[in-house]
């Protein structure tokens, strides 16, 4: 079993409409959680991490619920510029090691 | 505050040449990781390296493949005699460790390999 799963979509989307993604992790001892975005052919950047209580930033809100080890992104009002692919990320480790897995992302495609 | 900074950008070989792709971590970041995105396809982690250490490599190809991070200088992924399959985008990505680790991955603008 993969250690993170996603939906691959494409999820496609008018302007202005809200969308979520899912994603599912398979070790109970994960410790963080994060949402990266990547446009096509550029690196990852940071969305934002994902916290039990749940967190929002803007037009993005983030859950985590850790009795079903599921994580969720929900994109508000969804702009053309959201286009892009979506990296659930699960770390393990310790103080001074940090083990990372990402699923295969979702990709979002906003139409204008 | 320089980001990750990976070079070259673009690399061509011909299949049976070696390849050399290097990565400087951000300043203050001990960690690093490697990367390989093949067109279409997710990230696929290969090897995680602390300077002279490697931590995990249960991601790299048996053969061909080796990294390193010495005491001095940039991170190297070395692929030797490479063959149209490894053509593929290689990030590089670095964390904190310690008091700054805030968990999050900084990655670099990539090294784009097109073995011909």
């Known amino acids: 079993r993969k250690e993170v799963e996603q939906d691959p979509g494409p999820f496609n989307v008018p302007e202005g409409a809200t969308v979520a993604f899912n994603c599912t992790y398979s070790?109970?001892?994960?410790?963080?959680f994060f949402w990266y975005r990547q446009d096509c052919r550029k690196e990852p950047k940071l969305l934002m991490s994902?916290?039990?209580s749940g967190n929002e930033d803007g037009r993005f809100t983030a859950q985590l619920n850790r009795a079903s080890q599921y994580i969720s992104l929900l994109i508000r009002d969804s702009k053309l510029s959201d286009s892009a692919t979506y990296l659930c990320?699960?770390?393990?480790?310790?103080?001074?090691?940090?083990?990372?897995?990402f699923g295969s992302g979702t990709k979002l495609n906003v139409k204008p | 505050n320089a980001g990750v900074m990976q070079n070259p950008r673009h690399l061509v070989r011909r299949r049976g040449q070696e390849a050399r792709l290097r990565c400087s971590p951000m300043?203050?970041?001990?960690?690093v990781y490697w990367y390989r995105q093949l067109p279409e396809e997710g990230l696929k982690f290969m090897v995680y390296?602390?300077?002279?250490?490697?931590?995990?490599e249960s991601g790299m190809p048996k053969e061909r493949f080796s990294a390193e991070f010495p005491k001095e200088g940039p991170s190297i992924l070395r692929i030797q005699q490479v063959v149209r399959g490894d053509s593929a985008a290689y990030f590089c990505?670095?964390?904190?460790?310690?008091?700054?680790?805030?968990?999050?991955?900084?990655f670099g603008e990539g090294s784009r390999l097109t073995v011909l």
């Open positions: 990505a670095s964390s904190p460790t310690g008091q700054g680790n805030t968990g999050e991955l900084f």
């Open positions: 070790n109970s001892a994960s410790q963080s």
């Open positions: 994902v916290y039990s």
């Open positions: 990320v699960v770390k393990r480790g310790t103080y001074n090691f940090n083990k990372f897995y």
């Open positions: 300043k203050g970041h001990s960690h």
């Open positions: 390296l602390q300077k002279e250490n490697i931590i995990d």
